[in-house]
């Protein structure tokens, strides 16, 4: 012990032998602090691309979902075509109230200062809260707006299950529908993921003559033979609790305590008269 001690005073514990406890431990530690100051820097370095990257990675969720594909452009070229905008939820009506490029409607549900809490009735997402603002991305065609994007998120089996659901300017016809987040299992809840799939979805209606949403994804398969096919999509095989997530999902989001009174404000017209407001208003 005291051999050790004089060896740590002549030169550090570098001199100590290799058996010895106290090298062992002090060697153990030092490349503890340098891993972890190598891996917390690289972690520093990286956020912005990783920022960068989730955001390259929404857009292009967006513009697929939307149909917008062209192997020529990047997807910052292609995204010009598509006007983010906020909706306030309760009213439905478009909002300055937040800026509509930053506005993150995912992260804002667990901001208090966005929040709302949803009561047990409400929740059929299985959510539990939500931002009362809402990210919306218009698709325009001139003047007009041509398809209406909207984020939708809700739990299956397993997770909550994130996406975008396209609709026609009609706010009643689905165009498109793209699941870019999910724990669900490969090959059977993963299965939101199917192209085929999610290529169904396109045609089908939203609502019923009150506007209350009722597509769904039933049990087994839907055929033309299958009174109000317009209103159901074929149920995903050994999967239907996560098929129940998704129609659960769906009247969420397109209901009265999420985007319904958007989208009916989108059906009576209102929706595209104050977006033509404010295109006059930014080119005068
Ligand atoms: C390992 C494992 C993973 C499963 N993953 C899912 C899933 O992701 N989604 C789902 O709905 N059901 C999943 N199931 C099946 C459910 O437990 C349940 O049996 C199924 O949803 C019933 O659907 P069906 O009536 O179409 O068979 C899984 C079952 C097992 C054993």
């Known amino acids: 012990m005291k051999m050790n001690m004089n060896m740590l005073r002549q030169g550090g514990f570098f001199h100590l032998p290799n058996d010895n406890i106290v090298k062992t431990i002090g060697v153990a530690t030092l490349l503890c602090l340098l891993c972890s100051v190598?891996?917390?820097?690289?972690?520093?370095?990286?956020?912005?691309?990783?920022?960068?990257?989730?955001?390259?990675?929404?857009?292009?969720?967006?513009?697929?979902?939307?149909?917008?594909?062209?192997?020529?452009?990047?997807?910052?070229?292609?995204?010009?075509?598509?006007?983010?905008?906020?909706?306030?939820?309760?009213?439905?009506?478009?909002?300055?109230?937040?800026?509509?490029?930053?506005?993150?409607q995912r992260k804002a549900a667990n901001d208090t200062e966005y929040r709302i809490d949803?009561?047990?009735?409400?929740?059929?997402?299985?959510?539990?809260?939500?931002?009362?603002?809402?990210?919306?991305?218009?698709?325009?065609?001139?003047?007009?707006?041509?398809?209406?994007?909207?984020?939708?998120?809700?739990?299956?089996?397993?997770?909550?299950?994130?996406?975008?659901?396209?609709?026609?300017?009609?706010?009643?016809?689905?165009?498109?529908?793209?699941?870019?987040?999910?724990?669900?299992?490969?090959?059977?809840?993963?299965?939101i993921e199917n192209e085929k799939w999610q290529a169904s979805w396109s045609g089908k209606q939203l609502s019923n003559a009150q506007g209350e949403p009722v597509l769904s994804v039933i049990k087994g398969n839907v055929s033309s033979a299958t009174p109000g096919a317009e209103y159901k999509i074929d149920g995903l095989a050994g999967a239907t609790l996560t098929s129940n997530g998704v129609s659960n999902l769906i009247k969420f989001w397109m209901g009265k305590n999420a985007f319904g009174p958007y989208l009916e404000r989108v059906r009576s017209g209102k929706a595209q008269a104050s977006v033509n407001k404010l295109l006059n208003t930014e080119k005068g």
């Open 38 to 104: 190598v891996v917390s820097g690289a972690a520093t370095i990286l956020k912005p691309q990783q920022v960068a990257n989730k955001l390259l990675d929404k857009k292009s969720n967006i513009l697929t979902v939307a149909g917008i594909v062209d192997a020529n452009k990047t997807v910052d070229e292609l995204f010009t075509q598509i006007e983010p905008r906020i909706v306030d939820m309760a009213s439905g009506e478009y909002t300055d109230a937040v800026d509509a490029i930053t506005f993150d």
């Open 118 to 191: 949803l009561d047990k009735s409400q929740d059929i997402a299985s959510i539990r809260g939500m931002s009362k603002y809402g990210n919306v991305y218009l698709l325009r065609d001139g003047n007009e707006v041509s398809k209406i994007i909207l984020p939708i998120k809700g739990y299956g089996l397993w997770s909550t299950m994130y996406g975008f659901i396209a609709l026609e300017s009609d706010g009643q016809t689905v165009s498109g529908i793209t699941f870019y987040e999910h724990g669900e299992t490969p090959g059977l809840g993963g299965e």
